[in-house]
Nanobody, 113 residues
């Protein structure tokens, strides 16, 4: 069973930055597409960013230019650098391995003054 573990959430003021990390226990990490989702209270879970094995990326319109997804294959890790955070970015953030239908437990990000 694939284990997915996120870290790095917390409380930050508007305009601040946070970096989320996710480690997945898959055998050949470099072959997997990895994704970050988020879910705010009362809302559906939404795709935030995704990175393919080639390194090509996808971002939701709401985070383009502010968030950056990256991967470190040697460490089975995918990161999400979040800059210029807004109150509407407040949500639980989940790491996902689409091919394995595996999810992490989520990490809370709260943007508030």
């Amino acid at each position: 069973q694939v284990q997915v573990v996120e870290s790095g959430g917390g409380l930050v003021q508007p305009g601040g930055s946070l970096r989320l990390s996710c480690e997945a226990s898959v055998s050949i990490f470099r072959l997997y597409t990895m994704a970050w989702y988020r879910q705010a209270p009362g809302k559906q879970r939404e795709l935030v960013a995704q990175i393919a094995p080639s390194g090509s990326t996808y971002y939701a319109d709401s985070v383009k230019g502010r968030f950056t997804i990256s991967r470190v294959n040697a460490k089975n890790t995918v990161n999400l650098q979040m800059n210029t955070l807004r109150p509407e970015d407040t949500a639980a953030y989940y790491c996902n391995v689409p091919a394995e239908r595996a999810w992490g437990q989520g990490t809370q990000v709260t943007v508030s003054s």
